[in-house]
T-cell receptor, first 108, second 113 residues
Framework: QKEVEQDPGPLSVPEGAIVSLNCTYSNSAFQYFMWYRQYSRKGPELLMY????GNKEDGRFTAQVDKSSKYISLFIRDSQPSDSATYLCAMTLNDMRFGAGTRLTVKP | DAGVIQSPRHEVTEMGQEVTLRCKPI?????LFWYRQTMMRGLELLIY????????DSGMPEDRFSAKMPNASFSTLKIQPSEPRDSAVYFCASRDREGTEAFFGQGTRLTVV
């Protein structure tokens, strides 16, 4: 079993849809949870960062962490074509472990 | 700061040749990571340095891969001999301290023919 599991998709939604992206993990020692966004032929860039269980909101983006279930989510409201990218969850203890990434396409 | 700088951006080499990838982390960052990204396996951690010391190299696929960090501003990832299955995008990332954001370079796209 991988330490971090993420459905690679691809996921295609119409513009304006709510997008839900999820990851599960096996190591309960992970302390920090992040979502990175990666555009084609670019390096990943940090999108959201959380430490504790609960929700964190930033504009159209909401990150959720449920440590008891070892489950994290990223919600995108009012999705836009510019949101089309690969979204990777990441978790840190000392190093950083990534999920496989979910490729999202938002169609106009 | 110019961010994490990787070179070369693209590398095409023949099977059996030695390949060296280079990384300059962000000044002041004390952690450095090498990742390999493929469609099949996603973003895999190869090795992690802290204060120039390799902390975890359990992700290095085999003895053909080696990484060094001779000082705080430079790291190399070497593959010798290279094989077609090594074809991937290799990313370097650096971080200020544990629990903070890691910044990625643009990656090196390696093709071994």
């Amino acid at each position: 079993q991988k330490e971090v599991e993420q459905d690679p998709g691809p996921l295609s939604v119409p513009e304006g849809a709510i997008v839900s992206l999820n990851c599960t993990y096996s190591n309960s020692a992970f302390q920090y949870f992040m979502w990175y966004r990666q555009y084609s032929r670019k390096g990943p860039e940090l999108l959201m960062y959380t430490y504790s269980s609960g929700n964190k909101e930033d504009g159209r983006f909401t990150a959720q962490v449920d440590k008891s279930s070892k489950y994290i989510s990223l919600f995108i409201r009012d999705s836009q074509p510019s949101d089309s990218a690969t979204y990777l969850c990441a978790m840190t203890l000392n190093d950083m472990r990534f999920g496989a990434g979910t490729r999202l396409t938002v169609k106009p | 700061d110019a961010g994490v700088i990787q070179s070369p951006r693209h590398e095409v080499t023949e099977m059996g040749q030695e390949v060296t990838l280079r990384c300059k982390p962000i000044s002041g960052h004390n952690s450095l990571f090498w990742y390999r990204q493929t469609m099949m396996r996603g973003l895999e951690l190869l090795i992690y340095f802290n204060n120039n010391v390799p902390i975890d190299d359990s992700g290095m696929p085999e003895d053909r891969f080696s990484a060094k960090m001779p000082n705080a501003s430079f790291s190399t990832l070497k593959i010798q001999p290279s094989e077609p299955r090594d074809s991937a995008v290799y990313f370097c990332a650096s971080r200020d301290r544990e629990g903070t954001e890691a910044f990625f370079g643009q990656g090196t796209r390696l093709t071994v023919v």
